[in-house]
């Protein structure tokens, strides 16, 4: 299963609302998370179930959809969340597949 | 506390080998199936390999068969990933990841900080 994101970067301003799409290229259900990585960090689990919130995450953060299309969305963006954002879809048998990832930068 | 500690990277020449050990500690490690993913300078995020709870099932990337082994020792509660037959572009900084049943998938919930493997002459 691959996963792609787009876009694979966008420019945005404090306030604002981003809306970033991972596709699989065969349906996967619910089963996609979404991590944030900032530089020289560890990736950090945002979503899983393609849209449950993971324990701590502010609820500006949100996900959707099921199948092949999928969503993450930021309300009203904070200085910190300008980061790196992954999807993830994990298979026991083959393996975790990634996104590309989606660069998130201030404007 | 779930605390994920890697170790053993450094430079090596291509050809060569390493090994890599992430401990754990805050959780019942023979519980968890566990990971390694890494991740090469200004790049994305690559699933190298997993390995169950008890060790008797190991999967790997295509790009790692054959020349990557991970093990565990949870009587240590320890994770191990050994590198051969080193390649430039194995350089990547080496995660350990732990998979967590998360209703109604399984997902990676905690990491560690990484270890840096750098392949060069």
């Known amino acids: 299963i691959q996963l792609t994101q787009s876009p694979s970067s966008l420019s945005a301003s404090v306030g604002d609302r981003v809306t970033i799409t991972c596709r699989a290229s065969?349906?996967?259900?619910?089963?996609l998370a979404w991590y944030q990585q900032k530089p020289g960090k560890t990736p950090n689990l945002l979503i899983y179930g393609a849209s449950t919130l993971q324990s701590g995450v502010p609820s500006r953060f949100s996900g959707s959809g099921s199948g092949t299309d999928f969503t993450l969305t930021i309300t009203s963006l904070q200085p910190e969340d300008f980061a790196t954002y992954y999807c993830?879809?994990?298979?026991?048998?083959?393996?975790?597949?990634f996104g590309q990832g989606t660069r998130l930068e201030i404007k | 506390e779930v605390q994920l500690l890697e170790s053993g990277g450094g430079l090596v020449q291509p050809g060569g080998s390493l090994r890599l050990s992430c401990a754990a500690s805050?959780?019942?490690?023979?519980?968890?199936?566990m990971n390694w993913v890494r991740q090469a300078p200004g790049k994305g995020l690559e699933w190298v390999s997993a390995?169950?709870?008890?060790?008797?099932?190991?999967y790997y990337a295509d790009s790692v068969q054959g020349r990557f082994t991970i093990s565990r020792d949870n009587s240590k509660s320890t994770l191990y990933l050994h590198l051969n037959s080193l390649r430039a572009e194995d350089t990547a900084v080496y995660y350990c990841?732990?998979?967590?049943?998360?209703?109604?998938?399984?997902?990676?919930?905690?990491w560690g900080q990484g270890t840096l493997v750098t392949v060069s002459s």
């Open positions: 805050g959780f019942t490690f023979s519980s968890y199936a």
């Open positions: 390995i169950s709870g008890t060790g008797g099932s190991t």
């Open positions: 993830q879809q994990l298979n026991t048998y083959l393996g975790i597949t």
């Open positions: 065969q349906g996967i259900h619910t089963y």
């Open positions: 990841a732990r998979n967590q049943p998360l209703a109604p998938m399984v997902t990676t919930d905690y």
